[in-house]
């Protein structure tokens, strides 16, 4: 208990902190032909910091923060946050998904609420690319739990036994009248539909479990085929033949010299993240330190079974990039996986659209509607991609920064942010040739791509497609591309 207590001070100082921070360096490819290793995390609290977040790295000790620091997906339902993803490929790699807690710290959500009425759904996303992704849904994996009072975070693995995925959670059901989180698990082959959840861990009495990963290891290495390591006080590390049979206790990490802000061993991390190095026989475990707000860091070893094989790698020996990443999950890319994901969220830094004749003015999103404001030039709705455009080489399309995924697109001449449905109507609306400005030509304007008569304009402040034909109409089509 005092371990969750010490996690929940820890997070209700967060609240409010926004780390957000952004690299514009390009992600590097290794000397070696392999791909390398994508991360999924969140960053930190606030509704900022609570989406989804990428980086890469060659090595997995050194990572880039993609899309320029930017989350790649954003969450619009249930509580509008998402933490704690984890990452599933499925074993033939035609389909991908993302769950995630449904929880939003300093966004609404308050600390009770969240342990003893919150969300009992995850956040699921599914892609077949890695990188188009559905609209999220909520799944309910705690409602059928008698008196479970949330669902946080889920992890997900394959598991050959059944032929389908055991996914598994925490759950508050308390005893005698306090909060204990055990860890529950039922199968599913899609996402959308579980079999009734079941008692995966309990620890003995009061002791609460919150975290924990499984990683499959291969034949040799070690006395078992899958390896659990739970952060449950301290990071448990446990063996097994069967997913869902017996585990076998094999020691923890409380001496390796994890230390925590009031300098107590094993009770300074959280949020156990698996990866297999490419190259070689040897595993990194990251781990949240989250007592000392510290983001993540990683411990290795060449036998995740054997707890005294764990080493703290030397300082300089990784770098985590700018972002601080919490809890997430670690996928060892192919090379087809590397290159979409690399071309879909390369470094393009965010801009903005200064109005030519009401200059203290930039375009913005609000409500998904689209005009000109003042007072916008710090707010992230008036932040956007130009990335290349969806319908056409040497044009442009216009990315939402805080909404990652949705437009600039018009329909009935009209402009709103609208996600991207992967359709060629949407393609064609969303893209736009930008020409020397209308009004003044060190300036640009933004010309249809299927209404090629057509220009960006803001009439009233609402921005419209309209043909231009007077000299107010040129002023009103022409913007400063700016920081």
Known sequence: MSRLLT??????????????????????RAAAADPGYLMLHFTGEGSTGQQMYLSHSTDGLHWNDLNDGASILRSTIGTKGVRDPALVRSPDGSKYWIIATDLCWGCGSTVDGSINNGSRSIVVWESTDLVNWSQPWLLNVAGAIPDGRNAWAPEAIWNPATNDYVLYWATNVPLDGKTKHRIFYARTSDFRTITTPQI????????????????????????????????????????????????????????????????????????????????????????????????????????????????????????????????????????????????????????????????????????????????????????????????????????SVNFPGYFLRHANYDFQLVRNDGTAQFAADATFNQVAGLADSTWSSFQSYNHPDRYIRHYAYYLKLDPITTATARADATFRVTN
């Not at 809890?327 to 659209?353: F, Q």
């Open 200 to 399: 995966y861990i309990d620890r003995p009495g009061a002791q609460e479990l919150i975290d924990t990963q499984i990683v499959e290891v291969p034949a040799g290495v070690g006395n078992f085929r899958y390896v659990r390591a739970s952060g449950d006080g301290e990071i448990t590390i446990e063996g097994s033949n069967s997913i869902l049979g017996t585990w076998t206790n094999l020691g923890n990490l409380s001496g390796i010299g994890l230390t925590g802000a009031t300098g107590t061993t094993g009770t300074a991390v959280e949020g156990p993240m698996w990866m297999k190095f490419r190259d070689r026989n040897e595993w990194a475990l990251y781990l949240d330190q989250y007592a000392i707000r510290g983001g993540y860091m990683p411990v290795t070893t060449t036998n995740p079974s054997a707890p005294g094989t764990y080493q703290i790698p030397a300082s300089g020996s990784y770098n985590m990039g700018v972002n601080k990443k919490r809890h997430g999950s670690i996928l060892n890319l192919t090379a087809a996986e590397e290159s979409r994901v690399l071309a879909r969220w390369p470094s393009t830094p965010a801009k903005r659209l200064q109005s030519y004749n009401f200059q203290d003015r930039y375009v913005r999103h609000a409500n998904y509607d689209v005009r000109i404001d003042q007072n916008v030039s710090t707010s992230p709705d008036s932040q956007f991609r130009i990335r290349p455009g969806l319908a056409g080489s040497g044009t442009v399309s216009f990315e």
């Open 7 to 28: 996690r929940l001070a820890a997070i209700f100082l967060a609240v409010g902190l926004f780390f957000t921070s952004q690299t514009l360096a390009t992600p590097q």
